[in-house]
């Protein structure tokens, strides 16, 4: 059975930092990604890591934002630096692999609330 459970939300000042992390057990993904989602926008990516280490970010958190992963606990990390009011959302983790015959298949966490103060 697969789960996907997210930690490290939490209130911080504005040039803060805070530390996600996302336990994805039941079977090895392909690829792990923060997405995040303000109110009133649409959710969208923030940062994915593949098996294979490749990493792609959002432009608006590159430099700011580091995702990283380890295989063997199946759980990846986004540490957060120089936080902005901006970047306020509620951060879920996904969990996605390639099936046998190509299907895909996607896993969400419950979601982890980051809230930066001004």
């Known amino acids: 059975q697969v789960q996907v459970v997210e930690s490290g939300g939490g209130l911080v000042q504005a040039g803060g930092s805070l530390r996600l992390s996302c336990a994805a057990s039941g079977r090895t993904f392909n690829r792990l990604g923060w997405h995040r989602q303000a109110p009133g926008k649409q959710r969208e990516l923030v940062a994915e890591i593949f098996t294979t280490g490749a990493t792609n970010y959002a432009d608006s958190v590159k430099g700011r934002f580091t995702i990283s992963r380890d295989n063997a606990k199946n759980t990846v990390y986004l540490q957060m630096n120089s936080l902005k009011p901006e970047d306020t959302a509620v951060y879920y983790c996904?969990?996605?692999?390639?099936?046998?015959?190509?299907?895909?298949?996607?896993?969400w966490g419950q979601g982890t609330q980051v809230t930066v103060s001004s």
């Open positions: 996904n969990a996605a692999f390639i099936g046998r015959l190509g299907q895909l298949y996607s896993y």
